[in-house]
Protein backbone atom coordinates (compact mmCIF):
# COMPACT_ATOMS: atom_id res chain seq x y z
CA UNK A 1 0.00 0.00 0.00
CA UNK A 2 2.96 2.06 0.79
CA UNK A 3 4.00 1.68 -2.78
CA UNK A 4 0.79 2.46 -4.17
CA UNK A 5 0.52 5.19 -2.34
CA UNK A 6 3.83 6.88 -3.52
CA UNK A 7 2.98 6.41 -6.90
CA UNK A 8 -0.33 8.23 -6.56
CA UNK A 9 1.53 10.86 -5.20
CA UNK A 10 4.05 11.07 -8.28
CA UNK A 11 1.31 10.45 -10.42
CA UNK A 12 -0.79 13.51 -9.07
CA UNK A 13 2.37 15.67 -8.62
CA UNK A 14 2.90 14.63 -12.74
CA UNK A 15 -0.53 16.04 -13.43
CA UNK A 16 -0.03 18.74 -11.44
CA UNK A 17 3.10 19.88 -13.36
CA UNK A 18 1.28 18.87 -16.50
CA UNK A 19 -1.30 20.92 -16.13
CA UNK A 20 0.93 24.15 -14.48
CA UNK A 21 2.88 24.36 -18.22
CA UNK A 22 -0.15 23.90 -20.04
CA UNK A 23 -1.64 26.62 -18.11
CA UNK A 24 1.63 28.67 -18.70
CA UNK A 25 1.64 27.77 -22.31
CA UNK A 26 -1.64 28.97 -23.10
CA UNK A 27 -1.40 32.13 -21.58
CA UNK A 28 2.10 32.97 -23.58
CA UNK A 29 0.12 31.91 -26.56
CA UNK A 30 -2.91 33.77 -26.32
CA UNK A 31 -0.56 37.26 -26.12
CA UNK A 32 2.25 36.57 -27.84
CA UNK A 33 2.07 37.81 -31.14
CA UNK A 34 1.58 35.73 -34.18
CA UNK A 35 4.49 34.91 -36.62
CA UNK A 36 4.58 34.14 -40.27
CA UNK A 37 1.24 32.68 -41.74
CA UNK A 38 1.79 29.52 -42.99
CA UNK A 39 0.66 29.55 -46.80
CA UNK A 40 -0.30 26.40 -47.87
CA UNK A 41 -3.04 27.20 -50.49
CA UNK A 42 -1.33 26.14 -53.60
CA UNK A 43 -1.88 28.22 -57.18
CA UNK A 44 -2.01 25.98 -59.93
CA UNK A 45 -2.75 28.15 -63.18
CA UNK A 46 -3.86 31.73 -63.43
CA UNK A 47 -4.78 33.83 -66.56
CA UNK A 48 -6.55 36.97 -67.23
CA UNK A 49 -9.02 37.45 -64.89
CA UNK A 50 -8.74 33.93 -62.78
CA UNK A 51 -6.72 31.84 -60.53
CA UNK A 52 -7.04 28.18 -60.21
CA UNK A 53 -6.09 26.92 -56.61
CA UNK A 54 -6.41 23.69 -54.16
CA UNK A 55 -9.57 23.25 -53.03
CA UNK A 56 -10.27 23.48 -49.38
CA UNK A 57 -12.83 24.60 -46.97
CA UNK A 58 -11.76 28.56 -47.45
CA UNK A 59 -11.09 28.32 -51.08
CA UNK A 60 -14.83 27.22 -51.64
CA UNK A 61 -16.20 29.57 -49.72
CA UNK A 62 -18.65 31.53 -51.18
CA UNK A 63 -17.58 35.50 -51.16
CA UNK A 64 -14.78 37.65 -51.70
CA UNK A 65 -11.57 37.00 -50.02
CA UNK A 66 -7.77 38.18 -50.47
CA UNK A 67 -4.85 36.15 -51.37
CA UNK A 68 -1.60 37.03 -49.84
CA UNK A 69 1.83 34.67 -50.75
CA UNK A 70 5.31 35.91 -50.49
CA UNK A 71 5.40 36.90 -47.05
CA UNK A 72 2.72 39.20 -47.99
CA UNK A 73 4.85 40.88 -51.32
CA UNK A 74 2.06 39.57 -53.35
CA UNK A 75 -1.75 40.42 -52.61
CA UNK A 76 -4.60 39.66 -54.66
CA UNK A 77 -8.39 40.36 -54.11
CA UNK A 78 -10.17 37.00 -55.10
CA UNK A 79 -13.89 36.72 -56.02
CA UNK A 80 -16.61 34.26 -56.62
CA UNK A 81 -16.24 31.02 -57.35
CA UNK A 82 -16.39 30.11 -61.02
CA UNK A 83 -16.26 26.32 -60.73
CA UNK A 84 -14.95 23.05 -59.31
CA UNK A 85 -13.40 19.96 -59.81
CA UNK A 86 -14.00 18.04 -57.01
CA UNK A 87 -11.79 14.90 -58.54
CA UNK A 88 -8.80 17.08 -59.10
CA UNK A 89 -9.73 18.63 -55.32
CA UNK A 90 -9.09 22.19 -57.58
CA UNK A 91 -11.32 25.64 -57.29
CA UNK A 92 -11.25 28.31 -60.20
CA UNK A 93 -11.75 31.63 -58.72
CA UNK A 94 -12.78 35.42 -59.79
CA UNK A 95 -9.05 37.55 -59.34
CA UNK A 96 -10.81 40.96 -59.34
CA UNK A 97 -7.35 43.01 -58.22
CA UNK A 98 -3.83 41.80 -58.05
CA UNK A 99 -2.43 44.68 -55.24
CA UNK A 100 1.18 43.83 -55.39
CA UNK A 101 3.29 40.64 -57.21
CA UNK A 102 2.28 37.99 -59.46
CA UNK A 103 -0.07 35.07 -59.36
CA UNK A 104 2.66 32.09 -60.45
CA UNK A 105 1.95 28.59 -60.70
CA UNK A 106 3.47 26.64 -58.10
CA UNK A 107 3.45 29.52 -55.11
CA UNK A 108 1.85 28.53 -51.89
CA UNK A 109 -0.34 31.48 -50.11
CA UNK A 110 -2.93 32.25 -47.18
CA UNK A 111 -6.71 33.10 -46.98
CA UNK A 112 -8.01 35.99 -45.64
CA UNK A 113 -10.89 38.39 -44.99
CA UNK A 114 -9.21 41.25 -45.53
CA UNK A 115 -10.20 42.66 -48.84
CA UNK A 116 -9.14 46.11 -49.31
CA UNK A 117 -5.28 46.83 -48.31
CA UNK A 118 -5.87 50.63 -48.19
CA UNK A 119 -8.90 52.78 -48.12
CA UNK A 120 -7.88 54.18 -51.86
CA UNK A 121 -7.76 50.65 -52.92
CA UNK A 122 -11.68 50.55 -51.89
CA UNK A 123 -12.51 53.91 -53.78
CA UNK A 124 -12.67 55.55 -50.85
CA UNK A 125 -11.41 59.12 -50.10
CA UNK A 126 -9.68 59.52 -46.87
CA UNK A 127 -6.52 61.08 -45.35
CA UNK A 128 -3.98 59.00 -43.13
CA UNK A 129 -4.22 60.83 -39.48
CA UNK A 130 -1.91 59.89 -36.27
CA UNK A 131 -3.46 59.50 -33.09
CA UNK A 132 -1.36 59.13 -29.89
CA UNK A 133 0.90 56.41 -29.54
CA UNK A 134 1.71 57.87 -32.78
CA UNK A 135 -1.06 55.17 -33.64
CA UNK A 136 -2.03 55.86 -37.41
CA UNK A 137 -5.45 55.82 -38.79
CA UNK A 138 -7.23 56.33 -41.93
CA UNK A 139 -9.65 59.19 -41.71
CA UNK A 140 -12.52 58.43 -44.46
CA UNK A 141 -14.74 61.64 -44.75
CA UNK A 142 -18.65 61.40 -44.72
CA UNK A 143 -21.64 63.42 -45.82
CA UNK A 144 -22.60 62.95 -42.66
CA UNK A 145 -19.70 65.01 -40.80
CA UNK A 146 -21.19 64.63 -37.55
CA UNK A 147 -22.09 61.37 -37.79
CA UNK A 148 -19.03 58.88 -37.08
CA UNK A 149 -18.20 55.07 -37.36
CA UNK A 150 -15.10 54.01 -35.39
CA UNK A 151 -13.72 50.44 -36.47
CA UNK A 152 -11.72 48.67 -33.91
CA UNK A 153 -9.93 45.24 -35.18
CA UNK A 154 -9.70 42.20 -33.61
CA UNK A 155 -6.69 40.30 -31.60
CA UNK A 156 -3.55 40.26 -34.11
CA UNK A 157 -5.65 41.99 -37.00
CA UNK A 158 -4.64 45.63 -38.50
CA UNK A 159 -6.89 48.31 -39.39
CA UNK A 160 -7.48 47.16 -43.21
CA UNK A 161 -9.84 44.99 -40.82
CA UNK A 162 -12.73 47.40 -41.23
CA UNK A 163 -11.82 48.35 -45.09
CA UNK A 164 -14.45 45.39 -46.17
CA UNK A 165 -17.15 47.30 -44.97
CA UNK A 166 -16.35 51.17 -45.50
CA UNK A 167 -17.60 51.43 -48.82
CA UNK A 168 -21.38 50.53 -47.31
CA UNK A 169 -20.80 52.96 -44.31
CA UNK A 170 -19.82 55.79 -46.63
CA UNK A 171 -23.05 55.34 -48.85
CA UNK A 172 -24.72 55.69 -45.70
CA UNK A 173 -22.92 59.21 -45.34
CA UNK A 174 -21.13 58.35 -42.10
CA UNK A 175 -17.88 59.64 -41.71
CA UNK A 176 -15.41 56.76 -40.56
CA UNK A 177 -11.78 56.48 -38.36
CA UNK A 178 -9.89 53.14 -38.94
CA UNK A 179 -7.76 52.64 -36.20
CA UNK A 180 -4.76 51.08 -34.84
CA UNK A 181 -3.31 50.54 -31.44
CA UNK A 182 -0.36 49.66 -29.66
CA UNK A 183 1.18 46.00 -30.21
CA UNK A 184 -0.84 45.32 -33.75
CA UNK A 185 2.02 46.04 -36.30
CA UNK A 186 1.06 49.88 -37.51
CA UNK A 187 1.09 51.51 -34.22
CA UNK A 188 4.54 51.21 -32.04
CA UNK A 189 4.36 47.55 -30.02
CA UNK A 190 3.82 47.16 -26.27
CA UNK A 191 6.65 47.56 -23.71
CA UNK A 192 6.72 43.68 -23.14
CA UNK A 193 5.94 42.79 -26.86
CA UNK A 194 2.97 41.35 -25.96
CA UNK A 195 -0.95 41.71 -26.80
CA UNK A 196 -3.11 42.72 -24.28
CA UNK A 197 -6.29 41.78 -24.74
CA UNK A 198 -7.77 44.61 -24.78
CA UNK A 199 -7.03 46.05 -21.41
CA UNK A 200 -4.37 48.43 -22.69
CA UNK A 201 -5.36 48.91 -25.94
CA UNK A 202 -9.20 50.06 -24.97
CA UNK A 203 -6.71 53.27 -24.08
CA UNK A 204 -6.17 54.01 -27.84
CA UNK A 205 -9.51 53.50 -28.43
CA UNK A 206 -10.21 56.09 -25.87
CA UNK A 207 -7.73 58.32 -28.09
CA UNK A 208 -9.71 57.51 -31.09
CA UNK A 209 -12.77 59.02 -29.63
CA UNK A 210 -11.22 62.05 -28.41
CA UNK A 211 -9.65 63.12 -32.02
CA UNK A 212 -13.66 62.26 -32.74
CA UNK A 213 -14.92 64.27 -30.56
CA UNK A 214 -12.49 67.29 -31.45
CA UNK A 215 -13.07 66.94 -35.11
CA UNK A 216 -16.51 67.46 -34.94
CA UNK A 217 -18.28 64.06 -34.18
CA UNK A 218 -21.93 64.11 -32.08
CA UNK A 219 -22.74 61.24 -32.65
CA UNK A 220 -19.89 58.26 -32.67
CA UNK A 221 -21.14 54.28 -33.92
CA UNK A 222 -18.57 51.82 -32.52
CA UNK A 223 -17.73 48.65 -34.90
CA UNK A 224 -16.08 45.84 -33.17
CA UNK A 225 -14.41 42.79 -35.14
CA UNK A 226 -13.80 40.15 -32.54
CA UNK A 227 -11.52 41.39 -29.61
CA UNK A 228 -12.29 44.80 -31.02
CA UNK A 229 -16.17 43.87 -29.56
CA UNK A 230 -14.99 43.95 -26.15
CA UNK A 231 -13.18 46.84 -26.37
CA UNK A 232 -16.09 49.11 -27.64
CA UNK A 233 -18.76 47.29 -25.20
CA UNK A 234 -15.88 48.44 -22.31
CA UNK A 235 -16.05 52.11 -24.21
CA UNK A 236 -19.83 52.34 -24.37
CA UNK A 237 -19.69 51.91 -20.33
CA UNK A 238 -16.59 53.77 -19.27
CA UNK A 239 -15.48 55.91 -21.79
CA UNK A 240 -14.61 59.70 -21.47
CA UNK A 241 -17.04 60.24 -24.65
CA UNK A 242 -19.36 57.63 -23.98
CA UNK A 243 -22.38 60.17 -23.87
CA UNK A 244 -21.26 60.28 -27.92
CA UNK A 245 -21.94 56.39 -28.68
CA UNK A 246 -24.66 56.19 -30.20
CA UNK A 247 -24.50 52.55 -30.79
CA UNK A 248 -21.98 49.06 -30.92
CA UNK A 249 -22.06 46.75 -34.16
CA UNK A 250 -20.27 43.68 -33.19
CA UNK A 251 -19.26 41.05 -35.67
CA UNK A 252 -18.25 37.84 -34.60
CA UNK A 253 -17.37 39.48 -31.35
CA UNK A 254 -15.78 38.30 -27.92
CA UNK A 255 -17.69 39.44 -25.09
CA UNK A 256 -16.01 37.51 -22.05
CA UNK A 257 -12.95 36.00 -22.45
CA UNK A 258 -12.95 33.43 -20.05
CA UNK A 259 -16.09 32.07 -21.55
CA UNK A 260 -14.13 32.21 -24.67
CA UNK A 261 -10.94 30.48 -23.19
CA UNK A 262 -13.52 28.00 -21.94
CA UNK A 263 -15.14 27.25 -25.29
CA UNK A 264 -11.96 27.07 -27.23
CA UNK A 265 -10.21 24.39 -24.40
CA UNK A 266 -13.62 22.30 -24.68
CA UNK A 267 -13.04 22.16 -28.41
CA UNK A 268 -9.46 20.94 -28.66
CA UNK A 269 -10.81 17.97 -25.95
CA UNK A 270 -8.95 20.19 -22.86
CA UNK A 271 -10.38 20.53 -19.77
CA UNK A 272 -12.32 24.32 -19.09
CA UNK A 273 -10.07 24.43 -15.41
CA UNK A 274 -7.39 25.65 -17.40
CA UNK A 275 -9.13 28.80 -18.58
CA UNK A 276 -9.94 29.80 -15.12
CA UNK A 277 -5.90 28.86 -14.30
CA UNK A 278 -4.72 31.23 -17.54
CA UNK A 279 -6.56 34.27 -15.99
CA UNK A 280 -5.62 33.89 -12.78
CA UNK A 281 -1.99 33.78 -14.33
CA UNK A 282 -2.52 36.86 -16.23
CA UNK A 283 -4.43 39.18 -13.95
CA UNK A 284 -1.96 37.95 -10.80
CA UNK A 285 1.70 38.39 -9.88
CA UNK A 286 1.98 35.48 -12.18
CA UNK A 287 1.57 37.69 -15.14
CA UNK A 288 5.67 37.27 -16.01
CA UNK A 289 5.54 33.70 -16.52
CA UNK A 290 3.38 34.65 -19.72
CA UNK A 291 6.27 37.58 -20.80
CA UNK A 292 3.73 40.23 -19.06
CA UNK A 293 4.84 43.36 -17.65
CA UNK A 294 1.99 44.41 -15.80
CA UNK A 295 -1.20 42.22 -14.83
CA UNK A 296 -4.48 41.97 -16.72
CA UNK A 297 -7.78 42.02 -15.15
CA UNK A 298 -9.64 40.43 -17.80
CA UNK A 299 -12.83 40.58 -15.63
CA UNK A 300 -12.60 44.91 -16.11
CA UNK A 301 -13.71 43.94 -19.51
CA UNK A 302 -17.18 41.68 -18.92
CA UNK A 303 -20.12 43.61 -19.55
CA UNK A 304 -22.66 41.18 -20.47
CA UNK A 305 -24.60 40.98 -17.59
CA UNK A 306 -25.42 44.52 -17.23
CA UNK A 307 -27.57 46.27 -19.73
CA UNK A 308 -25.82 47.86 -22.53
CA UNK A 309 -26.12 52.01 -22.52
CA UNK A 310 -26.87 51.74 -26.20
CA UNK A 311 -28.43 49.53 -28.76
CA UNK A 312 -26.27 46.55 -29.66
CA UNK A 313 -26.01 44.55 -33.30
CA UNK A 314 -24.35 41.18 -33.05
CA UNK A 315 -23.44 39.39 -36.22
CA UNK A 316 -21.91 35.95 -35.90
CA UNK A 317 -21.49 33.13 -37.65
CA UNK A 318 -23.34 29.42 -36.30
CA UNK A 319 -20.19 27.50 -35.81
CA UNK A 320 -17.72 30.08 -35.01
CA UNK A 321 -14.46 27.94 -33.99
CA UNK A 322 -13.11 30.73 -31.84
CA UNK A 323 -15.33 33.27 -30.47
CA UNK A 324 -19.30 31.11 -29.58
CA UNK A 325 -22.01 32.27 -30.70
CA UNK A 326 -23.72 30.73 -27.32
CA UNK A 327 -22.01 33.81 -25.88
CA UNK A 328 -23.98 36.13 -28.15
CA UNK A 329 -27.18 34.44 -27.89
CA UNK A 330 -26.91 34.47 -24.40
CA UNK A 331 -26.10 38.20 -24.24
CA UNK A 332 -28.75 39.22 -26.94
CA UNK A 333 -31.84 36.94 -24.77
CA UNK A 334 -30.77 38.84 -21.47
CA UNK A 335 -30.98 42.33 -23.08
CA UNK A 336 -33.61 41.78 -26.15
CA UNK A 337 -34.79 45.32 -26.18
CA UNK A 338 -31.01 46.63 -26.75
CA UNK A 339 -29.44 43.73 -28.33
CA UNK A 340 -30.19 42.27 -31.86
CA UNK A 341 -28.65 39.25 -32.94
CA UNK A 342 -27.96 38.08 -36.69
CA UNK A 343 -27.10 34.76 -37.40
CA UNK A 344 -24.86 33.82 -40.27
CA UNK A 345 -24.48 30.70 -42.00
CA UNK A 346 -21.50 28.63 -41.02
CA UNK A 347 -18.02 30.91 -41.54
CA UNK A 348 -14.67 31.21 -40.68
CA UNK A 349 -14.00 33.75 -37.87
CA UNK A 350 -15.09 36.97 -38.37
CA UNK A 351 -15.92 36.45 -42.01
CA UNK A 352 -19.48 37.04 -42.38
CA UNK A 353 -19.15 39.79 -44.50
CA UNK A 354 -17.12 38.10 -46.90
CA UNK A 355 -19.12 35.40 -47.63
CA UNK A 356 -22.19 36.90 -46.84
CA UNK A 357 -22.25 40.43 -47.47
CA UNK A 358 -25.87 41.95 -48.46
CA UNK A 359 -27.21 39.80 -45.47
CA UNK A 360 -24.50 42.04 -43.25
CA UNK A 361 -25.10 45.09 -45.25
CA UNK A 362 -28.88 44.72 -44.78
CA UNK A 363 -28.94 43.75 -41.30
CA UNK A 364 -26.77 47.28 -40.34
CA UNK A 365 -28.48 49.29 -42.55
CA UNK A 366 -32.42 48.66 -41.16
CA UNK A 367 -30.83 48.55 -37.39
CA UNK A 368 -29.18 51.72 -38.95
CA UNK A 369 -32.17 52.90 -39.70
CA UNK A 370 -33.73 52.63 -36.32
CA UNK A 371 -31.10 55.01 -34.72
CA UNK A 372 -32.00 57.53 -36.91
CA UNK A 373 -33.82 59.53 -34.47
CA UNK A 374 -30.92 59.26 -32.08
CA UNK A 375 -28.08 60.07 -34.98
Not at 109 to 123: D, E, H, L, Q, T
Request: aromatic share 8%; net charge positive.
Amino acid sequence: MTNLRVFVGAAAIAAAATAGWATVHIARSLVTPAGRHRERIRILASDAGTVTLSASRDTLAPGVFSLYWGNRAGHARIGRVLSTDSEARTVIRRVEAIYAGRLEPGTSGYWSGYVYPSPGAAGLPYEDVTLPGPAPAWLVPGTLQRSWVIHIHGLGGRRTTGLRTAPFFHAQGLTQLLISFRGDGDAPPTADGKHHLGVSELADLEAALAFAAGRGAASIILSGWSMGAVMALAAAHTSEHRNLITGLILTAPVLDWNRTLISNLASARLPSVLAHGVSRILGSPLHRFAGLHQPLDLRSLVFTGVAPPVPVLILHGDGDARTPIRISEDFAGRFPELVRLVRFPACRHTQEWNSWPALWEDSVAGWLRGLTPSR
